[in-house]
């Protein structure tokens, strides 16, 4: 049993709003995080029920120990009747709490931005459980009309060609989505009478009326060639049709400063999850759907699965978050032994593991390394599991710490990836080494890097006007 509190604030906020000085800073404190004036009254309410919910009152509130503070947010992940977004609401409101009224003597600070943050269940088409059939809708929010019969049988075959070959779910998504899109745009047309002159002529409407880059252009004719050559049998050569200019892009890279300045402005789960991607140069989702086993301390490695191309590879462990990331396991640990005791404990399993082992999904070795504070219905099956964190939390975190660093650039959660590249060619490994860390199935991907460099393992060039 946790002890109780002993020293005390002098910000009583038990009474009713509005009735103590302690509220009135709360008020402040709300209006300081600009914090909308409707939703002013709920965090209030929010506040009050953990309090009483300690038994607090009186003229003066005992400092609360932070185990207190976590076992409240633990239990509140828990209850299935808090939307998302009112259970981050509810983080949020004891978050500003501690932080600008009550400020407590804690050795280690809460993790609340894994709490707000982690509080974000997958969607029911989010890559890491959509393999199931998806609902069958149009092809953009805009359009939600459905298919003609015809033309819903055809992605039906399209799915199941790309399941035949293993291709990842984003690819699947991709290929549908514009294939869908393809469909739309010859309402009227049966499938056997589509062929290289429709495409051309859908590809040319893309770039001259819809304005889309390249690289989408290039997306949907990619999309619409696997559909004609393996589900039409009837594949296309020759094409011609108006091309959206591409342009030249470099990768975003920081120097080793702006990366430390961009870390130092991060804490907790996030800075581990960041800190990892730039020591691994590991892609955002590689980094959020890891699990406890493919962490590997004795030989300081990480086995990242099923990566693009649905390739394994190795990547180093960085020394300096060997003990932090221990700590992190033990507290995942605790969790998972906490909602195996309530009956729960179960993971997504990918590719019908499930069926093959069935008690796999509550084994500790498969339990995603970061993990979701909340257990949420898995909308495929039903079953209540705790999933991985939303990566959308990891890059709202990212771009954060990023203005908070005053970095001028356009930063996002790759940036780190492009950094580790950029750096470890700068230290003078061999183009090969980076381009199997990275994952890239051809040298000439990661040649982009050598553009960021003057020149790898030369001295750099100097600017004649340097030489005046």
């Given amino acids: 049993m946790m002890d109780k509190p002993k020293q005390t604030t002098n910000h009583d906020v038990t009474s009713e709003p509005g009735q103590s000085s302690g509220w009135q800073h709360y008020l402040n404190a709300l209006i300081d995080r600009k914090v909308a004036v409707a939703a002013r009254k709920w965090y209030a309410q929010h506040l009050q029920r953990f309090l009483k919910e300690q038994g607090l009152s009186g003229d003066a509130i005992p400092a609360i120990p932070r185990a207190i503070v976590e076992a409240y947010l633990r239990?509140?992940?828990?209850?299935?009747?808090?939307?998302?977004?009112?259970?981050?609401?509810?983080v949020e409101s004891i978050q500003i709490y501690f932080e600008q009224v009550a400020p407590p003597d804690w050795e280690k600070p809460i993790d609340w931005g894994y709490f707000s943050g982690g509080g974000q269940s997958l969607p029911v088409d989010h890559a890491t459980i959509a393999r199931e059939p998806l609902p069958r809708r149009g092809s953009s929010k805009r359009n939600y009309r459905p298919l003609a019969a015809?033309?819903?049988?055809?992605?039906?075959?399209?799915?199941?060609?790309?399941?035949l070959r293993h291709l990842s779910i984003r690819t699947e998504q991709s290929y549908s989505h514009w294939v869908k899109r393809f469909f739309f745009f010859f309402p009227d047309t049966p499938v056997d009478e589509l062929g290289g002159a429709q495409v051309e002529a859908?590809?040319?409407?893309?770039?001259?009326?819809?304005?889309?880059?390249?690289?989408?252009?290039?997306?949907?004719?990619?999309?619409?060639?696997?559909?004609?050559?393996?589900?039409?049998?009837?594949?296309?050569?020759?094409?011609?049709?108006?091309?959206?200019?591409?342009?030249?892009?470099?990768?975003?890279?920081?120097?080793?400063?702006e990366v430390g300045a961009l870390l130092e402005m991060m804490e907790g789960t996030y800075l581990l999850l960041a800190g990892l991607m730039y020591g691994t140069g590991m892609r955002l989702m590689e980094c959020i759907r890891l699990r406890v086993k493919d962490v590997d301390f004795h030989y300081g490695q990480i086995t990242v699965r099923s990566g693009k191309g649905d390739k394994d590879r190795?990547?180093?462990?960085?020394?300096?978050?060997?003990?932090e990331l221990k700590l992190h396991l033990a507290d995942v640990k605790a969790l998972h032994y906490d909602d195996l005791g309530a009956g729960f404990g179960e993971v997504y399993l990918p590719h019908a593991l499930a069926t093959k082992y069935p008690n796999a999904a509550t084994e500790w070795g498969w339990q995603f390394l970061f993990p979701s504070a909340r257990r949420s219905v898995d909308p495929r099956s039903g079953s209540v599991r705790r999933h991985h964190l939303h990566e959308s939390s990891l890059q709202r975190a990212i771009k954060r710490a990023a203005g908070e660093a005053a970095i001028p650039k356009q930063v996002n959660s790759h940036a780190l990836r492009h950094s580790f590249a950029t750096h470890l060619l700068e230290q003078g490994y061999d183009i090969r080494t980076v381009q199997e860390l990275l994952?890239?199935?051809?040298?000439?991907?990661?040649?982009?890097?050598?553009?960021?460099?003057?020149?790898?393992?030369?001295?750099?060039?100097?600017?004649?006007?340097?030489?005046?």
């Fill in 75 to 90: 239990k509140q992940a828990a209850n299935a009747d808090l939307q998302d977004w009112q259970f981050r609401q509810l």
């Fill in 150 to 163: 015809h033309h819903q049988a055809a992605i039906d075959q399209l799915v199941a060609a790309i399941r």
């Fill in 202 to 257: 859908f590809l040319s409407d893309l770039a001259q009326n819809r304005n889309v880059s390249p690289s989408t252009q290039n997306l949907a004719l990619t999309s619409l060639a696997f559909m004609f050559k393996e589900v039409l049998e009837k594949p296309f050569e020759g094409l011609e049709f108006a091309r959206a200019n591409r342009p030249r892009r470099l990768p975003v890279v920081l120097s080793q400063a």
């Fill in 314 to 323: 190795v990547v180093p462990l960085p020394d300096r978050y060997v003990d």
């Fill in 439 to 468: 994952g890239h199935a051809d040298v000439s991907t990661t040649m982009i890097y050598t553009h960021v460099l003057n020149r790898p393992g030369t001295p750099p060039v100097r600017s004649p006007a340097d030489l005046l």
